[in-house]
């Protein structure tokens, strides 16, 4: 029988719902029959929210207990800069054992960015510590579902910077890292959707700065040159109707909120954040620390499940 590969799934902020995210994993038969997970958290902290809803406490054989944070130190729901130093020190741990072959992927829980604001982590999130920590020149962020899957351009900055950002460069190197994932994902050619940044995809250069023009069609061009099957830029405001839906493998966006409010909309819960061009596996569940129902035992597990057994997927 093949070796299942060896998934490292951190628990994220120990104040969000990834705790117990993780103590159900460990309990989940698709996790444990898709690979080999050790969860990398405080072990102290796993016993807490064990002992605080009742539920069995975690094989500690199963985690890897780095001592990050006084497990009595904070409040779950909260955001502080203890647990945001504790869930980089676990996603960094995580990132160096990949690096070093010692884990054949990793699948990270939800962490806060203010919490990582407040700890003085000069990074606004995973993408971007992945990206420093792996020394890629620049990683594309991807979720996938299986009613939609969105990749993004660019990720965590604000609106105004958005236009500034892209470049002819950026968007074909998003439109070839989303082909490359789909094929391996689908393993067949992918037809991609690339989206207009402007209302209308700028109406010929009636709004914005002629992104569509300058930019995004050359870019398109480009990656149909190579032998992309790629369509776009289409106006966003219709670009996921139905009919384009049953037709795109995949969407290329422009910035954060384009591609993940219909994804949110049509796959909540559901989807999988998957890194695109690191030299490590990385996926992660594709919502937050949801501090307003941390350690209630109420939080769906199914995302990070999906990120799990994606992670294991794509490891082997």
Known sequence: MAKLPRVAVTTGDPAGVGPELCLRLLRDP?????????????????NRVAAHLGWPPPDPARVRDLRA???NGFEPGTVSAACGLAAYRYVTWAI?????????????GPINKESLHAAGVPFPGHTEILAARTGVGRACMMLT?????CS???VHV????????LTRDLVRETIELTAAAMRRLRGREPRLLVCGLNPHAGEHGLFGDREEERVIAPAVADARAAGIDATGPLPPDTAFLPKHRDRAHAYVC???????????????????????????????????????IAWQGVADVTSFVRAVELAAKLAT
């Open 30 to 46: 698709r996790v444990t029959a898709a690979c080999d997970p050790v969860v990398v958290g405080d072990l102290a902290v796993l």
């Open 69 to 71: 944070i006084n497990a």
């Open 96 to 108: 160096d054992e990949a690096l070093a072959g010692r884990v054949d992927g990793i699948a990270t």
């Open 145 to 149: 579902s299986p009613a939609i899957t």
């Open 152 to 154: 993004l351009a660019t």
């Open 158 to 165: 604000g609106y105004r910077e958005v236009p500034g950002l």
């Open 254 to 292: 422009m910035y954060h909120d384009q591609g993940l409010i219909p994804l949110k909309a049509l796959a909540f819960d559901e989807a999988v954040n998957v890194t695109l061009g690191l030299p490590i596996v990385r996926t992660s569940v594709d919502h937050g620390t949801a501090f307003d």
